[in-house]
């Protein structure tokens, strides 16, 4: 298989299972501090699954696969943070 095929599935194996993750804490009895203190961890959780998968695998460099999950994870929180700029202009 193609590495970056593989990239791009672990990818999305991460974020459908961040956003599944995310949706059942929000529907949940838990409280809204615990909810928040959850949910940011759990997407480190769930990138480390997907790009470990890969380098166990050995279909990705070790390196490779932390530089992409940072790449991705800094891309996030920076969409989020822009996002929110937008709403206080308003």
């Given at each position: 298989m193609d590495p970056n095929v593989a990239?791009?599935?672990?990818?999305?194996?991460?974020l459908a299972g961040w956003v599944a993750c995310c949706y059942r804490i929000t529907h949940s009895r838990l409280g809204l501090r615990l909810?928040?203190?959850?949910?940011?961890?759990?997407?480190?959780?769930?990138?480390?699954?997907?790009l470990g998968?890969?380098?166990?695998?050995?279909?990705?460099?070790?390196?490779?696969?932390?530089?992409t999950g940072m790449a991705v994870t800094i891309g996030?929180?920076?969409?989020?943070?822009?996002?929110?700029?937008?709403?206080r202009v308003r």
């Open positions: 990239l791009l599935q672990a990818l999305f194996f991460a909810r928040r203190l959850v949910i940011v961890p759990l997407w480190f959780v769930w990138m480390a699954v997907a998968g890969l380098v166990f695998q050995g279909t990705l460099a070790p390196m490779h696969a932390l530089s996030m929180a920076m969409t989020l943070v822009a996002r929110r700029g937008k709403r």
